[in-house]
Structures are given as C-alpha cells and as structure tokens.
C-alpha cells in the first residue's frame, strides 16, 4: 500500500503575523524535499504542524493510521540524567517502546518463571520484537551514533555540548526508519565527514524526507523536490536545488519585469493625475480609482526573496592586520595550539574547518581578545576594525524596535561609492519589509533576531571581520547576501563553517583543525581541500595493496622446502589450539540455546561466536600452510 501524507487548509498565525495561510500538498512515498525560506517564515513551524508537536493551526494533516513520522528539531528534548544509549531508547517511537515492553517483560518473566500471566506477557513481547525487527536495533543505534562521532555511549546528556546532543537526537530519529522523516537543520554541528556519511544514508533511505538546510551543497544532494515558503504562501518546485535556482532566476526576473513595468505605468498615472483634468466623467473616476489602487501597489512593492545588494563603505586597513606569534593555548587542560604562528594580510580569506571541539572558535577568540593565551603573542594592527558574529549573540534590547535598534549606531550608513543609504533601505535589503521595522525586537524569530544582528555589525563598517559558524544560525537568502557582501569587501575576514558551499565562496585560503593542535595550511577551496584529501587516502590504501603484493610475491620467490625452528614449535602446538578453540564453540553454542530469552546475553554470545569461528578459520588455513613443509 503506497503511504502518503496530505496537508488541507493548513493556515498558522504567530500574534499578528500570518506564518503561512490555507496551504495543500501532498507528500508521496519517496519525495526528498528542500524547504527553504527566511528566517521566520514559518519553516520550523510547518513541520511541528506536519509532525503534530504542534496542534495550534487550522486545517487538516491526513494520514493513515499506520502512518509514523520521525521528527528531528533543532532543539532535540534529550533527558539530561540518561546516557546516550538510554536516551535513544527512551524517544517515544515504537521501536523503542516495543523494547523497553519486550525488557519490562523479560525482567518480571526472568524474577517469576512460574507465573502464568507473567509468561503470557513476555511470549508476546518476544513476537512484538520479532514483528517490528527490534533485534538488531541497538547495533544499529551504536552504528549511527560511531558515524556522527558519538563514541562514549555511557555519557550523561547533561554533560554533552549542544552539538553532541544534536547528533544523539539525529541518530534517535534515523534509527526508526518512519515513513516521513522530518529533519529541521541536519547539518548544524556535523563535520564534513558526517555530512557525507549523512547524505549517502539518505540516499539510501526507504521512506519520504523533508529537510530545512542552510547546507546547499547538501540540500542539492538529498533533494528531488524544493518547496519555497515566502510570504506565507507554498511554492513547489521540481528537481534539487541547482534545478530550482534556475528557475527561481526566471521567476525574480518576470516579477521585476512586471514591477517594472508598473512603475513606469504609474509615472504615466501621476503626469495624467497633476494635469487636474477639469471634467471628471464616469469613465476618468474610474480611472482615478485604478490610479489608485496601482499607487497602492506600487508604494507597498513587490514582495521578492531574490538577490539582494548591500556594498557598504569602511575605514582604510593597513598593511599589518593580524600577527600570530607562537602562541600556544590550553582551555581546561585540554592544548589547542602550540606554538601556532601566523600572519593575516589585507584583503585575505581565511576558512576554518575540521574537527568538532578541536579549537576552531577557541582561535577567534583568542584573536578578538576574549580568551586568553598562555604563552606568544597576538598583535593587531592599529588601522583594523573589527566586527565579530559570535554564535553565542549579544543581549538584544527585546523592548526596542527594530529600526530604533540600528537608528542607534547611525541614521545614515555611506556605501562603497561613498552614497548614503539609510536605515529604512538597509533593513528592506536584508529582508524586513516596512511592515516590520516598528515591530519589537521580542515578536522576532530567533533568526530574525540573528539577522538583525548581522545587519547591526555590518553597519558599524568594520574592516575586519570574524565569522563564527554563520551558517548555523542564517538561512539561505541572508547567506547569500553575505557571500556577496565579503565579494566586494576589500578588508580581511576570518570563517569558522563546515558548510562546503558557504566556505568555497567565501575562502581561498584554509586551516583544518585535526585536533591535539594539529593544524594542516591549505591554499585553495573547500572542496578542491577535501577532494585532495580522498586523493591521498585513496593513493596510500593503493601503496600499502601494492606493498603487501611486492612482499607476498618477494616470499612466494623464495623456495621453501622445511619448516623454521620457531615453525615447528607452533605446528607442534596447533591441532591443540584447534581443538581448544571447537570446544568453545560447541560451549558459546550451548548457552545461546540456554539464552533465548535474553537478548543482551544473545547478542554478546553471538559476538563472541563470531570471533570464535574466524579464529577457528584462521588457524585451520595456518595448519595446512605449515603441513606442506613438515617432515
């Protein structure tokens, strides 16, 4: 039976503001969707409708009662005082359930074999685990979480970072296998090696996916349908994301046309309107009405999330910018550089990736001061302006307006042709229409919130400027505002991302973070970094193949006719080990059948045996190597 999912009148409202407003789609079995937007137009709010978290909309999810949704946030709600592996198994979807019934059981059946009911319950939870392929479920959950770079299975979730409980929450929702998967910025927090883990899981994944991505190399990749949602409104596009740029380009430059044209209709409008006809026939009112009306229109404008311009002016930067002298540093006892020297020059684009908790912030911090060093020296030049975006952001005054917010750092801002551009025009180019710009700052989304706060350090024209992770926290347009925005700029930035398609356009020069201070310099793009990497894995698993053959047929030259000393002795003691090695066999054999109630005793035998028949395999391929020379 083909499973769908189909949204009717699906309309959300956030005070004032509509989210989105009488939307229909259906979700077939297989589509992988894109959804992309601005930061706070209602993408995490459609899926908490979609995934039923959230019931305060009007309309109607349809689906059948069999139907399963798994649902990653970006927040997951992880209980603090569990491990990582009881915290997987304590998500509330039915795999999990049916485990922990199927342990519940066993436990009470295991402490009273005698009775009855307790009997009853267990046989049926044994058939439970068998009908949902629960078995296997925790091999799968170590499996996944070993691939997001979760190790310590034992660890409290109170004492994870954001990041690692992000991966633990992906890995609950990957393990249940839903025929929706409902995934709200995947990326954040993963290193490229897990992207890439990521992105052939689900290209391998049975069910239907919706993912909110800044991630546009990664949305091209899982993507083969793109729904935009802009101004409350649901615009479905077919293909991955490269398909849909090509046609959103196409559509940006028909609304332009048609804006273009209404302006110039108006200018004819308000000439005919200034001559003061004298004679207002029924035929000229109506005219005046349509005048209006297109006044109207004009002056509201035309609501548009296509490329947006911003080239603000800034202060002159000197030749000495950042000066990186042995510095070494430890946080918590942990080194995270040692005698790391560098010198940052006007003009340059630095990128740092690489792995989770290695530094790589640690290192913005040091340079803009707020952390400490232990030993060298960090010089800035007396010329240099720096703005930081953090991704821990500054206090925002929440009482305040919007446009009173940065009408505080200055009303006027000049561009780089030394234009003024005024507060109104700034905010509009970073996509707040008028309608929001006396809007108080605590009605904002929390990307709206980041947004502006990018706008505000943008505006205090800094000639220097340090980016951490950007692309956590931005959505697609504001990101491309920006990737235009360090094109034209002519100072020196700095950014922290493990966003391929962000860190290509904004860097050509990069330091790879490996850990325990070990830094690798690469000139050149992110991607061409990491397809260099492949090249050299690949090259080293070919030389160590083509060293084993040169050994194996160097040895297959020689002629051996007896065996050596140290040979004889072993060829002496081998049927021994043989025999030692069958009787553990035919033991480890003996209590998996003495088991079969216990699952975690099942899959540790089971473990055990298959070590036990490899070895038995091993030495019996060595016995009848050695028999050929004994004597």
Same mark, same amino acid.
Request: glycine content about 6%; overall charge negative.
């Given at each position: ?28 079995? +297989? ?93 049926? *939870?044994? /058939? ?5 392929? /629960?078995? +296997? ?12 770079? !979760? ?7 109170? &004492? ?26 995947? &990326? ?44 409350? %409104? ?14 959103? *380009? ?126 060298? %020296?960090?010089? !800035? ?22 446009? %009173? ?6 009303? +006027? ?27 108080? !700052? ?84 992110? &991607?061409?970094?990491?397809? %260099? ?37 072993e060829f002496d003691g081998i049927e021994a080990k043989i025999e030692k090695n069958e009787n553990e066999i035919k033991k480890v054999t ?42």
């Open positions: 039976m083909v499973e769908t999912l189909r949204a009717d009148k699906l309309t959300k409202t956030y005070g004032e503001k509509v989210l989105f407003k009488n939307l229909d789609f259906i979700i077939n079995e +297989n589509d992988r969707i894109g959804l992309i937007g601005t930061n706070g137009s209602g993408k995490s709010s459609l899926l908490n409708a979609i995934s039923g978290t959230d019931h305060d909309f009007t309309g109607n999810i349809i689906t059948s009662k069999a139907y399963r949704i798994g649902y990653l946030q970006q927040q997951p709600d992880l209980p603090e005082d569990m491990t990582v592996m009881e915290s997987v198994f304590a998500g509330k979807q039915k795999v999990f359930k049916i485990i922990r019934h199927y342990e519940d059981a066993l436990n009470d059946y295991s402490n009273h074999p005698d009775n009855q009911e307790f009997e009853r319950r267990y046989l049926a *939870a044994e /058939a439970k685990m068998n009908e949902g392929d /629960a078995w +296997n479920t925790e091999s799968r959950v170590k499996t996944i979480l070993t691939q997001l770079k !979760i190790t310590n299975m034992d660890q409290k979730i109170g &004492t994870m970072s954001g990041g690692q409980q992000k991966r633990v929450g992906l890995a609950q929702v990957l393990i249940q296998s839903p025929n929706l998967l409902l995934l709200d910025e995947p &990326t954040n927090h993963l290193d490229f090696d897990s992207i890439d883990w990521l992105e052939q899981y689900l290209s391998s994944y049975k069910g239907s996916l919706i993912v909110v991505t800044h991630d546009r190399y990664f949305l091209d990749q899982v993507s083969n349908h793109i729904w935009e949602l802009s101004f409350g %409104s649901l615009y479905e596009y077919p293909g991955n994301y490269q398909t849909y740029v090509a046609k959103k *380009a196409e559509l940006v430059d028909e609304q332009l046309a048609t804006s273009h044209k209404e302006q110039q209709l108006y200018k004819q409008e308000l000439k005919w309107m200034k001559t003061g006809a004298k004679a207002r026939s029924t035929k000229q009112n109506a005219r005046i009405e349509r005048f209006n009306q297109l006044e109207d229109k004009v002056k509201e404008g035309t609501p548009l999330d296509g490329e947006l311009d911003i080239a603000m002016g800034q202060q002159r930067l000197g030749k000495k910018v950042i000066e990186i002298n042995h510095v070494s540093l430890e946080i918590a006892n942990k080194p995270i550089l040692r005698d790391f020297s560098m010198l940052i020059q006007n003009g340059q684009r630095i990128g740092i990736s690489g792995e989770n908790g290695a530094g790589k912030s640690s290192l913005l911090n040091a340079i803009a001061g707020i952390l400490p060093i232990q030993s060298g %020296s960090i010089e !800035i030049g007396e010329t240099v302006k720096m703005a930081y975006y953090t991704q821990q952001m500054e206090t925002i005054p929440e009482d305040k307006r919007v446009i %009173s917010y940065l009408t505080d750092i200055g009303q +006027n801002i000049v561009d780089a042709d030394g234009n003024k551009i005024s507060v109104t025009n700034l905010l509009e180019q970073f996509l707040f229409p008028k309608f929001m710009h006396g809007t108080l !700052i605590r009605k904002l989304s929390g990307g709206e919130k980041r947004r502006l706060y990018l706008l505000k350090l943008l505006m205090e024209q800094p000639n220097v400027l340090l980016l951490d992770e950007p692309t956590n926290n931005l959505d697609i347009a504001t990101l491309t505002v920006l990737e235009d925005y360090i094109k034209h700029f002519n100072g020196t930035t700095i950014t922290v991302s493990h966003d391929r398609y962000f860190l290509n356009k904004v860097a050509d020069r990069l330091l790879i973070f490996e850990g325990n201070t070990k830094i690798e310099r690469y000139n050149g793009i992110f &991607t061409d970094y990491l397809s %260099s990497k492949k090249e050299k894995k690949v090259c080293n698993e070919t030389k160590v193949k083509s060293d084993n053959k040169v050994e194996a047929r160097s040895n297959s030259t020689k002629k051996k006719t007896k065996l050596t000393y140290a040979e004889k002795i003996e209590e998996m059948q003495n088991n079969g109630e216990d699952y975690n005793k099942l899959a540790e035998l089971q473990r055990k045996l298959d070590d036990l028949n490899k070895e038995s395999d091993d030495l019996v391929a060595r016995w009848e190597y050695l028999s050929e020379f004994a004597e």
